[in-house]
């Protein structure tokens, strides 16, 4: 599915020749683009139009923590193309993605405000969590800001964390949205996220067994992305070839079976298309249960009947 932008995208910062017009902008990694990440964009949108100037989102690529740290980070929820495509959704006018280096990372957060925010940019305010840190061994932080704000004749907007309601109380983080997809709490995942926790992917031949065996074929996908729901039996959706199916998936090394191979598939319903080798992406809805060992294919294929007609239970609603 192909997403149209509006948004210009800036994926080198000299490619800015002059200064956006009363530039209202917001700095982060956004993984997950979630809720939170949403309510930063609404409030750079709405002082964008206040003081009728560009609304602009600055990211990084790769995450710092990637270039920074050996061992850094865990999976990331959305790689830079989906993280894109999101950020594009959100109507801001400029996404700047700063391309990652240690150069980079060795930018003072004096330079960075004073060379890059301000003189390149044309930021005339800056909306930004309270926890907030920027620059060299991220030695910047909102006293620091608030500072050079004076100085240079920007606003600095602190927005605090939300909560998405009280059936699901804390801040939204993007550390909180992984822990909930790798608990296989999807579901709820989906509460911070704002939209289904999705994964994509290639379908790549199996072993047949499902269509053979057990009389429900699988595609099953070879990941681009990082992070993996929990191992289990989920209702999905699945958008492939341009439409988007109803679907319940496995993830698993399916051990009924004795060769021990992790995979992640799909049996998409009341499909028949020959689909090897095209993208796919699955959306999570809910889980449905543990995967388990049963004594032979006959008594899997019983219990992946049952998981259908739950998974179209859960999915009625959907679509
Ligand atoms: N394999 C298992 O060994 N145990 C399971 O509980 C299990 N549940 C499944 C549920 C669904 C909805 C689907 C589509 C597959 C499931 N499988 C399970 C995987 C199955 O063994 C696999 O699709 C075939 O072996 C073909 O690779
Ligand atoms: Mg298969």
Known sequence: MLVKFKMELIEQIEKIQKPYKNAVITIGNFDGVHLGHQALFDKVKSKAKEIDGKSIAMTFEPHPIRV????GLPPLITLYE?????????????????PFTREVASITPKEFVENILVKRIGMKAIVVGGDYTFGKNRGGNLDLLKDYAERHGFEV????WIEVSENFPGRISSTR??????EGKVDHARKLLGRYYQIRGQV??????GARDLGFPTANINLTDELCPKMGVYAVTVECQGERYKGVANIGFSPTFDDHIFTVEVHILDF???IYEEKIRVNFIKRIRDEKKFSNASELSKQIQKDIIKGREILSSLL
């Open 82 to 98: 989906q993280k894109v495509e999101l950020i594009g959704k959100s109507n801001l006018d400029v996404l700047i993605c700063v």
């Open 204 to 209: 790549v031949p199996g072993r047949k067994r």
């Open 157 to 160: 907007i602190v927005s605090d």
């Open 272 to 274: 028949h298309n020959d």
């Open 177 to 182: 949205i992984r822990e909930l997809v790798m």
């Open 68 to 71: 920074l740290e050996q061992n």
